[in-house]
């Protein structure tokens, strides 16, 4: 079953709050994206303090697109995120961080940039609970869908089936089609869900894509 989550890319508490009351009718679950301006160009909310005030039922992904994602780890464990993706290229221990994580029964997701090689994130795959493919260069709504990544989703998808896989950027109706048949289980959208008129129709279209 394919399973479709609409990121939320905020810069302010205001733009948050409205996107959250947005989906809340359609969804379980939203992926918060945070970015720092270092690893990505781009800056986002902070994120935690805005999560530990809002009165919502939804679930929290967190994406820590960011350059140290240990330094405001204590913030975010206090909230209800119960999923995170950290990148294999954040300057940190990853090891340390997954364990950190995982020790407060959190689920982790790697993420690898659309240029990083798959043998960055072969040593966690027995401590993960997904690897997340980034499909455009990855800090704003909108990027240019890279058909290259395909490739390398459906080679990792072959030799780790196991292994749930997440993609996330530029997924419309045509990409996600290309990402299931390489094995995506998961499909991160942002634009194409957000900027919807019609929330609901956008995510079935990506759900019966095929």
């Given amino acids: ?21 947005k989906l809340e009718p359609y969804v ?17 909310i902070d994120g935690y303090k805005e999560l530990m005030q809002i009165d919502t039922d939804l ?8 350059q140290k994602p240990n330094d405001n780890l ?11 993706f950290v990148h294999a290229e954040s300057d940190h221990d990853l090891k340390g961080l997954i364990d950190r994580l995982k020790n407060k029964d959190k689920k982790v997701g790697i993420v690898l940039n659309p240029e990083t090689g798959v043998e960055k994130v072969e040593d966690f795959l027995r401590t993960v609970d997904l690897v997340h493919f980034m499909t455009v260069h990855p800090g704003f709504y909108g ?3 890279i058909d ?12 780790y089936p196991n292994m749930p896989i997440s993609v996330d950027g530029g997924i419309n109706v045509e990409n996600a089609r290309k990402v299931k048949s390489a094995g995506a289980t998961i499909l991160i959208s942002g634009n194409y869900v957000i900027n919807s008129p019609d929330v609901k129709k956008a995510i079935e279209e990506l759900i019966n894509a095929q």
Avoid: C
């Fill in 74 to 84: 204590d913030q975010w464990l206090n909230t209800k995120a119960d999923r995170y």
């Fill in 148 to 159: 290259g990544v395909v490739g390398k989703i459906s080679k990792f998808h072959l030799k």
């Fill in 28 to 44: 379980l679950r939203v992926h918060l994206d945070i970015a720092d301006g270092i690893l990505v160009p781009n800056k986002t």
């Fill in 1 to 21: 079953m394919i399973e479709v989550i609409p990121s939320i890319l905020a810069q302010t508490e205001e733009e948050f709050r409205s996107l959250v009351r």
């Fill in 143 to 145: 990027g240019e869908f």
């Fill in 59 to 66: 679930g929290f992904d967190v994406h820590l697109m960011v």
